[in-house]
Nanobody, 118 residues
Framework: QVQLVESGGGLVQAGGSLRLSCAASGNIFRLSAMGWYRQAPGKQRELVARITNGGSTNYADSVKGRFTISRDNVKNTVYLQMNSLNPEDTYVYYC????????????WGQGTQVTVSS
């Protein structure tokens, strides 16, 4: 059984920073690409940032230069450092673990709310 547990969300003023963490149980972390997605009510979930098990990263254009994804393969944890936050970053953020070979597994966390006030 794989569980992804997010933490670090909350309320922050525009221009501030937050760091999200996602701790993974089970033994798939090192074999997984880890991602952060976000979703607003009634909207599709969208990719924010992704990091492969080899450390390659990609970001949504809207967060490039402001957000940084990283992973700790000893702690089985992936992080999302979010700087220069603005109200448009207000979403529920979800952690994702996906097999590097497409289709073997795809797990989601429960989500953590990030609210940026103006």
């Amino acid at each position: 059984q794989v569980q992804l547990v997010e933490s670090g969300g909350g309320l922050v003023q525009a221009g501030g920073s937050l760091r999200l963490s996602c701790a993974a149980s089970g033994n798939i972390f090192r074999l997984s690409a880890m991602g952060w997605y976000r979703q607003a009510p009634g909207k599709q979930r969208e990719l924010v940032a992704r990091i492969t098990n080899g450390g390659s990263t990609n970001y949504a254009d809207s967060v490039k230069g402001r957000f940084t994804i990283s992973r700790d393969n000893v702690k089985n944890t992936v992080y999302l450092q979010m700087n220069s936050l603005n109200p448009e970053d207000t979403y529920v953020y979800y952690c994702n673990a996906q097999s590097m070979i497409v289709g073997l597994w795809n797990y989601w966390g429960q989500g953590t709310q990030v609210t940026v006030s103006s």
